[in-house]
């Protein structure tokens, strides 16, 4: 019940007919009123249709919605006049079914790009969905499960502060790469907050989660993370707030780099001793984007060549006979070449499902970490085809 745990909301999942044979394809996430909202999307020029939607609803209400509607199966982007239209129906008839204003429903797609939406097959189906609202304890499980595509498992998760919750859902498993890091959350809470605290809160908890996830180096045309707060708590500590936040991004981050599309590792990519936060930050990213080190890491070789190699020409300040290279806290290579180690211990880790791999630049106090994966033929045999 983790978008449901907050006072205010209720949610529901099913089928709608956008994937047909009764899969379930649409969630409703419904504040009782008008809510605080947050929200921060995809920086691809190219935004689908229901990002498109989303921001101007936004705009148009001053940051405030009744709630969200998610699809799965089409992500109704690069379709044009008549994903806008799509788009614009589904609000309208989520609006209707729960007496909310039409530009109070924000909206959220993902699937395939580049694909007519069937808005057709939707007919009739939307309000019947929409009365299930609150129907049952394991209706926030029902909106998670409703929004994956090729994700193995509903990601959820609640945490509980001091008078106050936020919970969300997420689903994500490929086309993940910062800014953001296709992938759609909700978020809610009802700590009573402003938007704009809202709104930087959220901006803080997205940078080291979302916005430092990368699998594949594409950024999605849907990318959305939408927070609501309906207050119901009353007022709270906002520091406390703020790790709530950071928290429930950083894990929904960890569980789409688990659950990423052909991954068998998902790793941690952490640089220290760099000349500034940026400048580790950009080194972390510069190997985790590398097909050489995702490649050596799907073989479970710890081979650092690759990864001194690419750090030293991330554009930052490096010097290989101060870097250290180190997998699962073993230091594998020192001063730019190889350190004596226990072989058996690397090897031990490299066969773990979780993976840490640390760069010590050996220059600064500067910091920064992304989340990645290997790349193997899982993630090839996704994604060669569209059908």
Same mark, same amino acid.
């Given at each position: 019940m983790s978008v449901t745990a907050a006072k205010g909301f209720s949610a529901t999942g099913g089928p709608v007919g956008i994937k047909g044979s009764g899969r379930s394809d649409m969630a409703i996430v419904l504040a009782d009123a008008p809510v605080v909202t947050a929200a921060v999307f995809t920086q691809n020029k190219a935004a689908a249709a229901p990002v498109q939607i989303s921001r101007a609803h936004l705009k148009a209400t001053g940051n405030m919605s009744r709630g969200v509607v998610l699809t799965s199966g089409n992500a109704n982007a690069a379709t044009g006049a008549a994903g806008l239209a799509a788009a614009t129906t589904i609000t309208h008839e989520?609006?209707?079914?729960?007496?909310?204003?039409?530009?109070?429903?924000?909206?959220?797609?993902?699937?395939?790009?580049g694909i007519p939406f069937p808005i057709d097959a939707l007919e009739g189906a939307i309000a019947p969905l929409a009365n299930?609202?609150?129907?049952?304890?394991?209706?926030?499980?029902?909106?998670?499960?409703?929004?994956?595509?090729?994700?193995?498992?509903?990601?959820?998760?609640?945490?509980?502060?001091? @008078?106050? &919750?936020?919970?969300?859902? #997420?689903?994500g498993a490929a086309m993940l790469e910062p800014n953001m890091a296709t992938m759609l959350s909700v978020i809610t809470t009802d700590a009573e907050v402003s938007q704009e605290e809202l709104a930087a809160m959220l901006i803080d908890a997205v940078g080291p989660s979302f916005n430092s996830l990368?699998?594949?180096?594409?950024?999605?045309?849907n990318d959305t993370v939408i927070a609501l707060a309906s207050g119901l708590a009353g007022p709270v500590d906002n520091a406390a707030l703020r790790a709530a936040l950071a928290k429930v991004c950083l894990t929904l981050a960890e569980f789409m780099a688990f659950d990423a599309e052909g991954a068998t590792k998902a790793v941690r990519i952490k640089v220290t001793g760099a000349k500034s936060d940026n400048e580790a930050h950009q080194g972390a990213r510069k190997v985790a984007n590398s097909l050489l080190v995702k490649c050596s890491l799907n073989g479970e070789?710890?081979?650092? @060549?690759? &990864?001194?190699?690419?750090? #030293?020409?991330?554009?930052?300040?490096?010097?290989?006979?101060?870097?250290?290279?180190?997998?699962?806290?073993t230091v594998v290579s020192r001063a730019g070449e190889a350190a004596v180690h226990d072989h058996d211990l690397v090897a031990a880790h490299?066969?773990?499902?979780?993976?840490?791999l640390e760069i010590d630049l050996g220059l600064g106090s500067g910091v920064g970490s992304v989340l990645t994966t290997d790349l193997g033929h899982g993630y090839i045999d996704e994604n060669r085809t569209t059908s």
């Open positions: 989520v609006a209707q079914a729960v007496d909310a204003a039409d530009n109070e429903i924000l909206i959220c797609q993902t699937g395939l790009i299930t609202l609150g129907s049952s304890e394991d209706d926030g499980n029902r909106a998670a499960v409703a929004i994956m595509t090729t994700d193995t498992f509903a990601k959820e998760v609640l945490v509980v502060g001091d @008078g106050f &919750v936020v919970g969300a859902m #997420a689903k990368i699998v594949d180096g594409a950024t999605s045309t070789d710890p081979y650092w @060549g690759r &990864v001194l190699s690419e750090v #030293a020409t991330a554009g930052i300040d490096c010097d290989p006979l101060l870097t250290t290279i180190s997998y699962g806290g490299m066969k773990e499902r979780w993976i840490l």
